[in-house]
């Protein structure tokens, strides 16, 4: 009997072990997945730790157009920038993490790109989403910073995603127009100077993927931005 209780007593033991195991990892799960993109909000702080971050920089802020275009500098080497761009990021993203890539930069001028991850998440996702979302966001910085100017670059073309691209103009057009009504408020199109004179997406300007942009695309979107921004 006695050894039989110890026998019990030992599984006992082992199966509390891996129960507690279970549970730390389903915690790591959980907390992940409840807070997206905690590596890269943390590389961020990382980053800043280690050096300096200019007064007052004109902050790029969304998605991996931004996030890939790691030597923007060298594109407007007038102009103080921080890039704060993750990829895979939509703008409830941008949203959460507000004062971790808005607020505590003290920007001069904030450049958003983002929507195009919003969009690829199913049908369900229409333009007044994209409009509602985009405004949320806006009103959170305005309200903060209501001096600063804020721009808008329009969601890009791409062929990966074509069959998107008729609620994507949608949203870019919803988004100029709340724009249109707003102070110290800019849109910049990039949209249109991406296609064709046929009205077809320009092929050479994106990595083999056919969603990010080479080179030749950023060049694009350097002509177009930089007589928007501040000195």
Known sequence: MKAEYLFNLK??????????????????????NAQPFLNEINAFKKADSSQIIPNRPIL?????????????????????IVNRGFGGS???????????IIFKYNPKQIMI?????????????????????????????????????IAYISMKPS????KLLTTMQEGNEKIKAFIAKQKKA???????AMLNEDGTIMSDIFL???????K?????????????LKK
């Open 159 to 162: 062929p990966s995603r074509e």
């Open 90 to 100: 939509s703008l409830p993203h941008l949203i959460m993490y507000a004062e971790d």
């Open 113 to 149: 790109y983002c929507g195009e991850n919003d969009l690829s998440g199913g049908p369900q996702i229409t333009s007044d989403i994209i409009l509602n979302r985009f405004t949320e966001l806006f009103t959170l910085i305005r309200n903060k910073l209501p001096k600063v100017p």
């Open 208 to 214: 083999s993927d056919k969603l990010h942009m080479n």
């Open 60 to 80: 790029f802020i969304g998605s991996s157009s931004f996030t890939n275009w790691k030597d923007i500098k060298n594109y407007f080497p007038d102009f103080q």
């Open 216 to 228: 030749k695309g950023y060049e694009i979107w350097q002509k177009i931005i930089a007589p928007y």
């Open 186 to 192: 800019v849109f910049i199109d990039v949209y249109h």
């Open 11 to 32: 599984i006992m033991k082992i199966m509390a072990k891996k129960t507690v195991a279970i549970l730390f990892y389903l915690l790591i799960f959980f907390s992940s």
